[in-house]
């Protein structure tokens, strides 16, 4: 599990549409688009709202109540996607 926190990186030129099957992300930096499952859009937009988000914090928020270690390796993989996706970059504080 990723300790830390991560950063969004430009939410300015990250543009978010919500589907009822899942949100599509339009990167007006380099043109990029990705369709994500509906909890992968939650957390993104929840990332990108936070601005800088834990493991622990982006758990709570997806409601996941007292989560599970599984849980939260699952979260920090999410994270971790989404910062090779370069929507996130991970700090050691």
Do not use: W
């Not at 939650?42 to 409601?63: D, H, Q």
């Not at 599984?70 to 090779?84: H, T």
């Amino acid at each position: 599990m990723a300790t830390g926190r991560f950063v969004f990186l430009r939410p300015d030129d990250v543009v978010c549409h919500v589907f009822s099957d899942g949100v599509v992300v339009y990167d007006e930096a380099d043109g990029s688009v990705q369709a994500l499952s509906p909890v992968a859009g939650e957390a993104l937009l929840v990332c990108k709202s936070a601005g800088t988000i834990g493991v622990a914090e982006l758990a709570a928020r997806l409601e996941l109540d007292q989560p599970s270690r599984e849980e939260l390796d699952s979260v920090s993989a999410l994270l971790g996607q989404f910062e090779s996706m370069g929507f996130l970059e991970h700090t050691a504080a």
